[in-house]
């Protein structure tokens, strides 16, 4: 055999070996393909010429209110006079104090709920607890749950930094009205019945008291 043919099957002996050896190392290749990861220096060079804008809008407050709306401002204007104001947790506040607020209104328990009333709701819930004692109606009412917490508007003054939120709330409860004999009157206490209700709450941001007062109801 001439030393050429011994040269070629060197050759082709070192070929296979080291297809072999790629097949272990990198596997065995079939179907689609990514493309190669570009180099960072390439990645620079095939962005856009412009930079991203951190920031945004704030979740915390286009989650409940639409962005660039009057409530939206009075958020962020809490918010920069309160840094850790959060909206979210806000109401998560407030469908508590929903909760408390009405089942002590119920019970005529307004002592109770006094340090999260404003002057005139404190002074209404007063008034008619008075009326239905003195006609002698008791009010039993057994919590069920809130179906919905809203947040509807929102406002503060600048000058006195007094923010105000008012809030849609439905709630469910059982509730009947007993007679002094008591009879009841009004209501079925197997019966759960839908409430709504629209509160606003007041409190100056800033303030080392952290509790924001009922001051308005409606429905």
Do not use: C
Request: glycine share 8%.
């Amino acid at each position: 055999m001439s030393s050429a043919v011994i040269q070629l099957l060197v050759l082709a002996g070192i070929a296979v070996f080291l297809i072999l050896r790629l097949k272990n190392v990198l596997g065995t290749r079939e179907g689609f393909e990514k493309p190669p990861l570009q180099r960072p220096d390439a990645q620079r060079r095939s962005r856009p010429d412009f930079e991203v804008i951190e920031g945004g809008p704030d979740r915390d407050i286009i989650d409940h209110v639409e962005d660039g709306s009057d409530a939206a401002k009075a958020l962020a204007a809490m918010k920069l006079v309160e840094p850790g104001f959060s909206v979210s947790e806000f109401l998560e506040g407030a469908r508590g104090a929903y909760e408390m607020i009405l089942m002590a209104f119920e019970k005529g328990e307004i002592d109770r709920i006094a340090p999260f009333l404003g002057e005139e709701v404190h002074q209404t819930f007063i008034d008619v607890v008075g009326e239905r004692e003195d006609q002698g109606l008791i009010i039993e009412a057994n919590f069920v749950g809130v179906r919905e917490v809203t947040l509807t508007d929102a406002k503060f003054d600048r000058d006195s930094q007094e923010a105000e939120i008012t809030v849609r709330f439905v709630g469910e409860l059982t509730s009947v009205v007993r007679n002094s004999a008591g009879e009841i009157i009004e209501g079925n206490p197997n019966e759960i019945k839908r409430q709504k209700d629209t509160w606003t709450f007041a409190r100056v941001m800033g303030e080392d008291n952290p509790n924001w007062k009922l001051v308005a109801t409606g429905e």
